[in-house]
């Protein structure tokens, strides 16, 4: 990072400085915000070193204990860290319509991107949403949540190649299924049955590699994305107390009122990858 904050100072061309400075800066700040959870996190690990005593923690970190109270009321929580450090992106696909040049979104996927939009941005992240062009092969630069069945775009398909755990198949004519690569039991959506129901099931995972973070959901149907993703939000702070440092990928069913889910159930439990 230092060097890349001398090779700024010393650009000619102002719009180039200026367009680096901007993304420089989203860098800068989201390594502050991750500073202050760390802290957080270490007042409360060494409070437990120390007998539960915030004010031995704070003459241990040359603090004021007012400070320390600050810090653990302002400061994000620690599992702001299952989604990496940031600036994130929320990457959803577009679809092409032949009689219109520009892309268009599933109204499910614009729900499950609104809502975890404002949840990430609860946690100061400096998030961005993208339209992912299905014709193109797109890989995510930096730490990023990824809407996208394996149908959909190249990038579907090769988080999911990645995971070892589960997979999506498709079988008996045009049904989807999500898979347990470990026991092969299939889990189908209630949409595609002889009488649907309005509910569907999704893939979940989370990516771990390289100092990137990429969160992965992926229903049968668009609308298993939207479960999948209020189950993600309501659960943040287990999922990463229970998985802090690894990958791991699991599957959930939901059933819906509309676009809002009534009930999400796990059938596949959170399994680490090896």
Request: with cysteine; proline share 6%; net charge negative.
């Amino acid at each position: 990072m230092d060097e890349e904050f001398e090779r700024l100072r010393r650009e000619p061309d102002p719009v180039r400085r200026g367009r680096q400075a901007t993304e420089l800066l989203a860098t800068y700040q989201q390594r502050s915000v991750e500073l202050a959870r760390l802290r957080r996190a270490a007042i409360e690990e060494a409070r437990d070193q120390l007998g539960g005593s915030y004010t031995e923690v704070a003459k241990a970190f040359g603090l004021s204990k007012g400070r320390v109270t600050q810090i653990r009321n302002s400061a994000p929580p620690a599992h702001r860290a299952f989604f990496g450090v940031g600036p994130l992106d929320v990457a959803l696909v577009g679809r092409r319509i032949l009689e219109r040049e520009d892309m268009v979104i599933a109204a499910e996927d614009d729900a499950v991107g609104a809502h975890l939009l404002a949840e990430v941005e609860q946690l100061a992240f400096t998030a961005e949403r993208l339209v992912v062009d299905p014709r193109e092969e797109w890989e995510p630069p930096r730490d990023a949540i990824v809407v996208c069945g394996p149908a959909s775009a190249h990038i579907g398909s090769a988080l999911l190649n990645a995971d070892p755990v589960l997979g999506m198949t498709i079988a008996d004519g045009a049904r989807w299924y999500i898979v347990d690569k470990a026991t092969g039991e299939r889990f189908a959506s209630p949409m595609d049955d002889e009488t649907p129901r309005r509910a569907d099931v999704a893939y979940l995972s989370r990516h771990v590699r390289d100092g990137q973070v990429i969160t992965h959901i992926a229903g049968i149907h668009a609308l298993g994305s939207v479960g999948a993703g209020h189950y993600l939000t309501e659960h943040l702070a287990q999922l990463y107390a229970a998985h802090p440092e690894e990958s791991f990928s699991m599957a959930v069913a939901a059933e819906f009122d509309g676009l809002t889910p009534k009930a999400i159930d796990v059938i596949v439990p959170p399994r680490a990858w090896d």
